[in-house]
Each structure stands twice: as structure tokens, then as C-alpha cells.
């Protein structure tokens, strides 16, 4: 298989950072789409043990499959490349918003650029779904159990990350082992991974205590503890980014009385209208948290609470990469690491149920538009049109990747173009 370069891996996945829509699923179906089936970089299986590797660590789910595959194409520098350039867009685009929020006092108005480019998530997700799912169970009895994961993700929402390591655990006594090792292991990294100073000043972090950060006073101790919140909650953040809600909740809205609960919302909005990780709500928390201060420790406080959040993500892949492959030569491990693969496709599956009906047919649609073509002019769009663009436009996307291999990216921006020129007929 071809060997990405660095210039390879900057330009993929600062595309996927612009056009990155959707939320994790739907970022791991595009790069399924783009780092398997387009560029072959990795094999199905591959990519299937890197997003299984995901699933068992802390941090955001894409954002980490991004490094492991900058690290598994091009080392350490690939890691940290392919990992910035993945978040660097949404930063940027979150620092904005968050400038026009501090500044006006609100959020842009977005409902139709959403609704244009949901159908055609939802269709990169089911693609990569069903081909990932072809791959990981490749046997009735992985069917069954992938079912079962997904109606149990579906009866305790919430708690995936204990559906999948139970779940995953009890797989692996049911998972029969493979008869032969699957061809090709991930690619060892061009340079063996060592404790480099990034590696060790990260470590170094982790391991300061709170109080040795809260010593500080004024502007410095309110950034160094705003950085040690955001360091703590990716350190242990498993799970959606709305879990964020509930780690950030009791010390920037409660103790620390620095946003109020509406602003905490606003933040998780943007976080998840932006494209790239919806973790980028740091930045615009800590953007809007130093406000009071002015725009230099706006800024600041932005770019602490990025770091911060994601520092954990880059460690804990750059110490976990390697044994990736090693799993597979172990038959116990290669069969838990099997059923990992299919407890997260049975979760995967329950994300789709739980994304089609809202997107496909919403609640909140009235039944009908009047619509001004011309002065004194009112047209009515009836609801079922509505619905019926929707599908349309979710059709038409799985048409043009499966029959003429078009980019997810390029979809996303159809999507995108689509939201702009149909607005009435979506919302």
C-alpha cells in the first residue's frame, strides 16, 4: 500500500478539518471513504483496529483517529500534523464566532446550512457503515452481537463507553478466533517511537497538582486554572462531546460562576455547527471566559483551552499506536480487539437510528410555507415537500459516492449548497 506523505497528510486532513460537518461518526466515515477506499493508505481491517484503539482511550473518537493515522503514515511528525491540521479549521472558525458572540451578543443564524448538510451526513455515515460493517462482522455470530449492542446503546442513552467495555469483554468469550492472522498489519511508523521532550513536558503537565496551578494570581492564575480544567476533562473525557456539558457544568457555571448555563449551551452549539471536533468548544469558552479581561487574554485563554483539551488526545495516541498492530498477533487480544470492532459498529448503528428520524422527518416542521416570489405573490410549500427534499437530497449523495466516487468532502459542500438555495423548502 502507497505511504502517505506529510505533504499528503497536511492537505487530507485540513480538507476534512474545512468540510469536516456532522459530528465523530460521520468524520469517521469520511475518512473511511478518503483514507481506504480512495487513497489506500490502510486496509479496511486497519482502519477498523485504529477506530476500535479509539474507542478504549479518553479524548474525542475522530480527532484521535486523525493522529493515529498521521502517526501510523508518518511518525511522530505525521502524528502531530495530521492531528492539528484536523482541529486547526475549527479553532478558527470557533475564535470568530466567538469574537461576533463577546462582540454582539449572540449566535449566527444557521438552521438552514444544517438542515442542507444533514442528508448528506447521514449518507456518508450509512455508506461507511454498511462497508466497515461487512469488514467487522464477518460472521453470524458478530451479526447477532453487533444487534445486540445496538439495542442496548439505544435503551441506556448516555452510557456507550460502559456498553462498549462490557459489551466488548463478554464478545470476547462468545467471538470465535479467525483461523489465519488478517493480511497486512498497520505500517510501522518511519522512526521508532520514543519518550521525545514533547512527550515528557506532556507528561510533566498531566502530573502537575491543582494546587500547585491555582498559585497563581490575576490573569495568570485564571488562565493556568483555565487550562488545568480543560487538561483534566481531556484527560478523562470519554464518550460524546455533549459530555462536556456535564464536565464543565460544575466548575465554570457553578464554582467558578464564570459562564452561565445559556452560554455553556451557546458554546456546545457552536462546537457543533463548526466543522472539525466538536471539542473546539474550548476555544470559544475560553475566548468568551477571559472577555472581561480584553481581546489579548480573549485570545489567550482561547489558545490555553484548545492545548489544554486536546493535549491528552495526542499523548495517549503516541503511547497506544504501537500495540495496535501487536493485538493482532495475540490470539485472546485479537479477539477482543474483534469484539470492540463490532460492539462499536452495533453503536454505530444506534447513532444512525438515532440521527435518520430528525433528519429525514422532523417534528418541527409546520405544514406548510407561504413563500413571496414577487410582491403580492405567496406561494405554499406543503410539509411533504419538505420531507421529500430531504430524501432526495440524502439519495442523490449516496448516488454520487457509490456509483461515481465523488469526496465526501465534495458532498458535504453540496450539502452546504444545497442549505443555501433550498432554506424554505428545509425548515
Not at 468540510?19 to 469520511?30: E, K, L, Q, S, W
Not at 484527560?235 to 459530555?243: D, I, N, Q
Not at 461515481?404 to 433550498?422: D, K
Request: hydrophobic fraction near 50%.
Amino acid at each position: 500500500m502507497p505511504r502517505a506523505t506529510l505533504h499528503d497528510l497536511s492537505r487530507l486532513f485540513l480538507k476534512l478539518g474545512i468540510f469536516g460537518f456532522g459530528g465523530p461518526a460521520a468524520h469517521i466515515a469520511t475518512m473511511e471513504e478518503e483514507v481506504v477506499q480512495r487513497k489506500r493508505w490502510l486496509s479496511e481491517q486497519e482502519f477498523l483496529d485504529l477506530v476500535g484503539a479509539t474507542n478504549l482511550i479518553p479524548g474525542p473518537n475522530s480527532t484521535e483517529l486523525a493522529i493515529h493515522i498521521g502517526y501510523q503514515q508518518g511518525g511522530w511528525r505525521g502524528l502531530f500534523l495530521a492531528g492539528s491540521c484536523f482541529i486547526f479549521p475549527a479553532v478558527i472558525i470557533t475564535s470568530l464566532f466567538a469574537w461576533l458572540y463577546v462582540e454582539y451578543g449572540q449566535l449566527p443564524q444557521t438552521a438552514s446550512l444544517m438542515t442542507g448538510i444533514q442528508p448528506t451526513v447521514l449518507a456518508i455515515i450509512l455508506i461507511a457503515g454498511w462497508r466497515l460493517g461487512k469488514k467487522a462482522l464477518f460472521n453470524r455470530r458478530l451479526q447477532v452481537f453487533a444487534l445486540l449492542v445496538a439495542g442496548v446503546s439505544l435503551y441506556l442513552p448516555g452510557k456507550q463507553v460502559l456498553v462498549l467495555l462490557f459489551s466488548s469483554l463478554i464478545g470476547t468469550l462468545l467471538v470465535k478466533a479467525r483461523n489465519s492472522q488478517p493480511s497486512g498489519t498497520p505500517p510501522s511508523p518511519p522512526a521508532a517511537p520514543r519518550a521525545t521532550p514533547a512527550v515528557l513536558m506532556g507528561a510533566s503537565t498531566l502530573s502537575v497538582v491543582p494546587g500547585a496551578l491555582t498559585s497563581g494570581s490575576g490573569l495568570l492564575g485564571s488562565l493556568t486554572m483555565l487550562g488545568w480544567i480543560f487538561l483534566k476533562t481531556g484527560a478523562v473525557l470519554y464518550g460524546s462531546g455533549y459530555v462536556l456539558i456535564a464536565y464543565l457544568e460544575g466548575e465554570l457555571v457553578h464554582q467558578y460562576h464564570w459562564l452561565t448555563e445559556n452560554q455553556l449551551i451557546d458554546a456546545i452549539a457552536i462546537g457543533q455547527f463548526t466543522p472539525g471536533p466538536i471539542l473546539s468548544t474550548a476555544t470559544f469558552i475560553g475566548y468568551v471566559v477571559m472577555a472581561p479581561l480584553g481581546p489579548m487574554a480573549s485570545v489567550a485563554g482561547a489558545v490555553i483551552a484548545t492545548f489544554a483539551i486536546f493535549l491528552p488526545s495526542f499523548l495517549l495516541v503516541g503511547i497506544t499506536s504501537r500495540w495496535v498492530s501487536k493485538l493482532r498477533s495475540h490470539r485472546t487480544l485479537s479477539k477482543f480487539l474483534d469484539a470492540v470492532n463490532a460492539a462499536s459498529m452495533g453503536i454505530m448503528g444506534a447513532v444512525v437510528l438515532k440521527l435518520a428520524r430528525p433528519t429525514l422527518l422532523p417534528d418541527n416542521l409546520s405544514h406548510s410555507w407561504n413563500i413571496t416570489v414577487y410582491p403580492g405573490w405567496n406561494i405554499a410549500v406543503p410539509l411533504d415537500w419538505s420531507i421529500a427534499v430531504r430524501l432526495l437530497i440524502a439519495a442523490g449523495a449516496m448516488t454520487l459516492i457509490l456509483r461515481y466516487r465523488v469526496s465526501p468532502i465534495l458532498i458535504i459542500a453540496g450539502g452546504l449548497l444545497c442549505g443555501l438555495l433550498l432554506g424554505p423548502w428545509l425548515v
